[in-house]
């Protein structure tokens, strides 16, 4: 079973986008522009995530959401560390994992930026933007209290899809960043999270740059076949 849905941008532009729609429109923005998001259509999109079921209705999801010049000090500070090992702290996957990484940098520093293989000095400036959040102008630190569960990190990921789809309704990019949680120090310290509080992940929100490769790739899916076992007897 494959999605045969195809947007295009411009045929979007101008009219609300369904439901399905907004759900295959939404990717991975990888560089933005310097344009601010407007408050009010943040706002939109974080009472519209609000509705996201959770556990018990605990709502564990809590933000920080980051502009301007506290945005600088983080990126500043991240790029700086993750700048001072031989390579940046990412989180590391299972190796029966690994290869989807692999597969997936191919595609955006060869394919999306067009840099060859062993130029290592540019694959590495190109991993560092992941710690600027790719220029975004909005950066957000996606927490939850760490005394919960996996399944309240499920009812986060359910919030925070909800989230981005909102945005996406308003044609503002996003981008998830787990890259950033392998420094949760210098987060800490540079946006004052108390250490109760697990950070998951960062996430870069603005308006993509529609002029760059990058932001034209789309990852392959697994099949549903794959992934779901439908089970009528």
């Known amino acids: 079973m494959h999605s045969t849905m195809s947007t295009s941008p411009t045929s979007l532009l101008h009219r609300t986008m369904t439901c399905d729609e907004t759900i295959v429109t939404r990717h991975s923005t990888r560089q933005f522009l310097d344009k601010p998001v407007p408050k009010d259509i943040l706002q939109r999109a974080l009472n519209l995530a609000a509705h996201a079921p959770s556990n018990s209705n605990i709502q564990p999801w809590r933000l920080y959401i980051l502009s301007g010049p506290t945005a600088d000090r983080l990126k500043k500070a991240l790029v700086a560390e993750a700048s001072a090992g031989a ?47 790719f220029g975004a102008p909005m950066a957000v630190i ?51 999270i108390p250490v109760d509080m697990d950070i998951i992940c960062g996430v870069a929100i603005g308006y993509e740059d529609e002029s760059m490769k990058v932001n034209q790739l789309r990852t392959k899916r697994i099949s549903v076949e794959e992934t779901a076992i439908i089970i009528e007897s």
């Open 87 to 133: 390579v940046p702290r990412i989180p590391p996957l299972p190796d029966a994992f690994k290869h989807f990484r692999s597969e997936l940098g191919k595609k955006i520093y060869g394919e999306g930026l067009g840099i060859p293989r062993d130029d290592f000095e540019s694959r590495r400036a190109a991993v560092l933007r992941n710690f600027d959040f």
């Open 142 to 192: 996606v927490c939850m209290d760490n005394t919960l569960s996996q399944a309240d990190a499920m009812s986060v990921g359910m919030y925070l899809q909800t989230f981005l789809l909102a945005l996406t309704a308003n044609r503002v990019g996003s981008c998830v960043e787990v890259s950033v949680a392998g420094y949760p120090e210098i987060i800490r310290q540079t946006v004052g």
